[in-house]
């Protein structure tokens, strides 16, 4: 099995926004360890390109996501400078089957490494939290994968945008931050952070945990999404939606 070639065709599958099968029907015994190197090639691809590494992204967070795919521990994946967006308008043209869920992103002043971090680490390391959310879209046909194949595919990652505003970590108690997701007005999706591993402070340990697996550590100046608060909802050309983060504004988004 080259790990090599597989990550070149997951690659070439995201540029050119084409769905493609399941990786694992191709090869099994792919472990988990096998998929974080093909998404660690695929994402050579990119930097070699002219991308950069912008942060880290954390995924299948919730109990419902980690049931839907039969897990019980999240995934991590890599955000590219490229995925960030600017400004609110969303270009479908690009991707295959996006959907949208909310998150709390932490921005962070000090490198963060090592088996044993804790929440206070975290903190001391953290230079602020903003709003975000995060559009997600597998590579693989009807969204649908494994444990391996979506660890390969960097966690389903597309765009991210943070909100214009930033808060002081020890403003808020993110675990009881309340979100309303409306799509042309309609409420589709409500939540809290307490969604994201009990809170999203959680998630950042369990990456750090996670990633010196591979002696890779949160390096200053970085971005975390910590993992979305409510189900993810699908976008379509000509949608609104936007996002209420209690007492932190409101993130708008229109789809075209
Ligand atoms: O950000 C996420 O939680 C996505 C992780 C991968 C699973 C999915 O695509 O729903
Ligand atoms: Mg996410």
New binding site residues.
Partial sequence: MNLQEIANELYRHQQKAEEMEKITLRYDGLTVEDAYQIQRLNIDNALRSGDRLAGW?????SKA?QVS?GVNEP?Y?RLLASMELSKSTVHLHGLIHP?L?PEIAFVFNKRLEGPKVTPRDVWLATECVMPAV?I?D?RYKN?S?TLTD?IADN???AKFLVADQAYSPYQSQWDQIGVVMRKNGEVMQTGTGAAVLGHPVRSVVELVQMIHREALSVEPGMVV?T??ITE?IHLYEGDEVTVLFDGMGELVLEIE
């Fill in positions: 992204k954390m995924g299948l967070t996501k795919v995934i994946g959907r869920e995060e997600i597998s969204f994968f979506v966690a389903s990652s999404l993992g979305g993810a």
